[in-house]
């Protein structure tokens, strides 16, 4: 009972903390565009009221002072303003703290002049910023913009809470009847740590859901109110100064709150942490947890001895890996990743995109050759063809070198295995220098024999070709040398046996030789594979994937996602998909040839 009512709390916490920081994170997203919206209308309405002003001859000074006497009337004057002229080069009026005016403008003060030039002719352009909701709008006479009114929104325009207190008390009520039934009931107990976590996600995804609608309306109804009181001010200032203003009041629609949260990415997130709390719950209520504490506490010398090694893989394997994984599910670039996760969360949007590619080109247009499943396929071909090759290669160099009385065999053991010696990187590169069109080595012997030299890298065969040949001179020692430890461990009455029955050599290696190195080749053989599948290098540094990245390979398309058009979610839900095609395989292979067994035997 003890360990349920712990699986049950720590599952718990994982959730609602986890949907508390989000909802506010999406409820502070819905409230920033509404902050802008307010922004935009002020900005506009100042601006209204400048142009006319100044059409009617008005002085920046009082202008400036309309402009300030609006936002007092209509309850903004906490809001932040300035008022620059464009021909004078000047700041006409400001209420910015220690900010002189007026006041000829700095030279480093040239951004505000230049924005004015950005400006639309019509209405506002808004800048988000740490102060507050930051819009500006130009001042237009005879068509032209003369100046500008900036405004920094500092008062915040809240709205609702997207879950209201009763329902929490609901939620809250509806955890404590089902811990009490799942506490009383033991057979429950164990599943409610699984349970409990993915309902109260799920509820809170729908409580959320329905008041999206509700609270977006009593924002909007607010957003309009603050509308109306700074037009009704504008207006009211405008008259007492002898100016007539013209138009409607300015009516925001429900497209300034309505895309603020997307209901469905906070609703896929509040999922996905009840997904986390049931895994947290499970482990506890399961006895893996209490597994794992009594295993630590039972030997505690050898975790001390062992937890130097664990701290390092935590601190450069593990946490990578699953910061890499939460971040699959974002649309983080270069631009935005400053932003709060709940703004960049997008759920499984990465991952559809990268699956759902069935963008092929054709019909007319260039093939693509960034398609997904296209790198996919020559990433299958790369590594079968190159794991045969160095198989064959690492084998075939393994029987010779193991011919018993072979003179000079310690020479060839060393020549052989240098490939294997030299960084890759080294490697790669004097390949690359090798496959040159002019000046390379191979292109000069096939002139040396009367042949044409080959431009390797304009065609996606020759150039595939290249990548092949390099990884097949980097990949076939370690085989080699698998291989010929596993054949001197044969017993050489076998093949004596053999021979006396009348076995060919064929049959000798078909039905001794093979058999005896399948225990080593076997892993060997997995391992290569996952090599194989992610070879960074050659392929980098030798063809760099060409022609046109059609001779790509999933790892080197995944970075290139990722430092060259710097979308570091995409790239990094790439990556997570690569490791799943290499986990999936290893178990299958694993599974399917027995290779651990065998070596245990």
Same mark, same amino acid.
């Given at each position: 009972?003890?360990?349920?009512?712990?699986?049950?709390?720590?599952?718990?916490?994982?959730?609602?903390?986890?949907?508390?920081?989000?909802?506010?994170?999406?409820?502070?997203?819905?409230?920033?565009?509404?902050?802008?919206?307010?922004?935009?209308?002020?900005?506009?309405?100042?601006?209204?009221?400048?142009?006319?002003?100044?059409?009617?001859?008005?002085?920046?000074?009082?202008?400036?002072?309309?402009?300030?006497?609006?936002?007092?009337?209509? !309850?903004?004057?906490?809001?932040?303003?300035?008022?620059?002229?464009?021909?004078?080069?000047?700041?006409?009026?400001?209420?910015?703290?220690?900010?002189?005016?007026?006041?000829?403008?700095?030279?480093?003060?040239?951004?505000?002049?230049?924005?004015?030039?950005?400006?639309?002719?019509?209405?506002?352009?808004?800048?988000?910023?740490?102060?507050?909701?930051?819009?500006?709008?130009?001042?237009?006479?005879?068509?032209?913009? +003369?100046?500008?009114?900036?405004?920094?929104?500092?008062?915040?325009?809240?709205?609702?809470?997207?879950?209201?207190?009763?329902?929490?008390?609901?939620?809250?009520?509806?955890?404590?009847?089902?811990?009490?039934?799942?506490?009383?009931?033991?057979?429950?107990?164990?599943?409610?740590?699984?349970?409990?976590?993915?309902?109260?996600?799920?509820?809170?995804?729908?409580?959320?859901?329905?008041?999206?609608?509700?609270?977006?309306?009593?924002?909007? &109804?607010?957003?309009?109110?603050?509308?109306?009181?700074?037009?009704?001010?504008?207006?009211?200032?405008?008259?007492?100064?002898?100016?007539?203003?013209?138009?409607?009041?300015?009516?925001? &629609?429900?497209?300034?709150?309505?895309?603020?949260?997307?209901?469905?990415?906070?609703?896929?997130?509040?999922?996905?942490? !009840?997904?986390?709390?049931?895994?947290?719950?499970?482990?506890?209520?399961?006895?893996?947890?209490?597994?794992?504490?009594?295993?630590?506490?039972?030997?505690?010398?050898?975790?001390?001895?062992?937890?130097?090694?664990?701290?390092?893989?935590?601190?450069?394997?593990?946490?990578?890996?699953?910061?890499?994984?939460?971040?699959?599910?974002?649309?983080?670039?270069?631009?935005?990743?400053?932003?709060?996760?709940?703004?960049?969360?997008?759920?499984?949007?990465?991952?559809?995109?990268?699956?759902?590619?069935? %963008?092929?080109?054709?019909?007319?247009?260039?093939? %693509?050759?960034?398609?997904?499943?296209?790198?996919?396929?020559?990433? =299958?071909?790369?590594?079968?063809?190159? +794991?045969?090759?160095?198989?064959? =290669?690492?084998?075939?160099?393994?029987?010779?070198?193991?011919?018993?009385?072979?003179?000079?065999?310690?020479?060839?053991?060393?020549?052989?295995?240098?490939?294997?010696?030299?960084? %890759?990187?080294?490697?790669?590169?004097?390949?690359?220098?090798?496959?040159?069109?002019?000046?390379?080595?191979?292109?000069?012997?096939?002139?040396?024999?009367?042949?044409?030299?080959?431009?390797?890298? &304009?065609?996606?065969?020759?150039?595939?070709?290249?990548?092949?040949?390099?990884?097949?001179?980097?990949?076939?020692?370690?085989?080699?040398?698998?291989?010929?430890?596993?054949?001197?461990?044969? &017993?050489?009455?076998?093949?004596?046996?053999?021979?006396?029955? !009348?076995?060919?050599?064929?049959?000798?290696?078909?039905?001794?030789?093979?058999?005896?190195?399948?225990?080593?080749?076997?892993?060997?053989?997995?391992?290569?594979?996952?090599?194989?599948?992610?070879?960074?290098?050659? =392929?980098?540094?030798?063809?760099?994937?060409?022609?046109?990245?059609? %001779?790509?390979?999933?790892?080197?398309?995944?970075?290139?996602?990722?430092?060259?058009?710097?979308?570091?979610?995409?790239?990094?839900?790439?990556?997570?998909?690569?490791?799943?095609?290499?986990? =999936?395989?290893?178990?299958?292979?694993?599974?399917?040839?027995?290779?651990?067994?065998?070596?245990?035997?």
């Amino acid at each position: 009972m003890k360990r349920n009512l712990s699986a049950i709390f720590f599952a718990l916490l994982m959730v609602i903390s986890g949907a508390v920081f989000f909802l506010q994170q999406a409820a502070q997203h819905r409230d920033e565009a509404a902050s802008g919206a307010v922004a935009l209308v002020t900005a506009s309405d100042l601006a209204k009221l400048g142009s006319a002003g100044l059409t009617a001859g008005l002085s920046d000074q009082t202008i400036g002072v309309m402009m300030a006497d609006v936002l007092k009337r209509s !309850g903004r004057d906490g809001d932040r303003y300035r008022l620059v002229m464009r021909n004078g080069k000047q700041l006409a009026a400001s209420n910015w703290p220690g900010e002189a005016a007026p006041r000829p403008l700095n030279l480093n003060e040239k951004p505000l002049y230049d924005l004015i030039l950005g400006l639309p002719m019509e209405g506002a352009k808004l800048k988000p910023e740490a102060l507050g909701a930051h819009a500006a709008a130009p001042l237009v006479v005879a068509g032209q913009r +003369v100046g500008m009114v900036e405004i920094v929104q500092t008062s915040k325009t809240s709205g609702p809470a997207l879950i209201s207190p009763l329902q929490w008390g609901a939620i809250g009520l509806g955890i404590l009847v089902l811990a009490g039934l799942a506490l009383v009931q033991p057979k429950l107990g164990a599943w409610a740590g699984l349970a409990l976590p993915l309902g109260v996600a799920f509820v809170l995804g729908q409580f959320t859901g329905a008041n999206l609608a509700t609270t977006s309306q009593l924002l909007l &109804d607010n957003l309009n109110s603050t509308a109306r009181a700074v037009d009704e001010a504008m207006r009211a200032v405008a008259a007492s100064n002898g100016l007539t203003l013209a138009g409607d009041v300015a009516r925001l &629609d429900s497209a300034v709150v309505a895309g603020a949260v997307d209901g469905a990415a906070l609703n896929t997130s509040l999922l996905f942490l !009840g997904g986390l709390g049931a895994l947290i719950g499970g482990f506890i209520s399961f006895g893996a947890a209490s597994a794992t504490w009594r295993a630590l506490t039972e030997n505690p010398t050898a975790y001390a001895y062992v937890a130097p090694a664990l701290i390092g893989m935590l601190a450069l394997a593990f946490f990578p890996f699953f910061y890499g994984f939460i971040l699959s599910f974002t649309d983080t670039t270069l631009l935005n990743q400053g932003a709060s996760w709940s703004d960049r969360w997008v759920g499984f949007a990465n991952y559809a995109s990268i699956l759902g590619d069935f %963008n092929f080109g054709g019909n007319g247009a260039a093939f %693509n050759y960034q398609n997904f499943y296209w790198t996919l396929g020559v990433t =299958i071909v790369w590594t079968v063809s190159n +794991v045969v090759l160095g198989v064959a =290669i690492g084998l075939g160099m393994a029987l010779l070198l193991n011919i018993k009385g072979l003179r000079g065999v310690a020479i060839y053991r060393t020549l052989l295995i240098l490939p294997w010696a030299i960084p %890759n990187y080294i490697t790669a590169l004097t390949w690359k220098g090798m496959f040159h069109p002019q000046f390379g080595a191979i292109n000069q012997a096939i002139q040396a024999f009367g042949g044409q030299p080959v431009q390797w890298f &304009d065609s996606v065969g020759p150039s595939f070709i290249t990548g092949l040949a390099t990884n097949a001179w980097l990949s076939f020692p370690f085989m080699m040398v698998v291989a010929l430890g596993a054949l001197q461990a044969v &017993d050489e009455d076998m093949y004596e046996a053999a021979r006396i029955d !009348g076995a060919s050599p064929w049959q000798q290696f078909w039905l001794i030789t093979l058999p005896s190195l399948r225990p080593a080749l076997l892993p060997a053989i997995i391992v290569s594979v996952v090599w194989t599948f992610n070879m960074f290098n050659v =392929i980098y540094l030798v063809s760099a994937g060409q022609p046109s990245g059609a %001779n790509e390979i999933l790892v080197t398309r995944a970075y290139r996602i990722a430092f060259e058009e710097y979308r570091y979610g995409y790239a990094a839900a790439y990556s997570v998909v690569i490791f799943l095609i290499l986990l =999936i395989y290893g178990v299958f292979q694993i599974r399917a040839t027995s290779a651990t067994e065998a070596n245990n035997k």
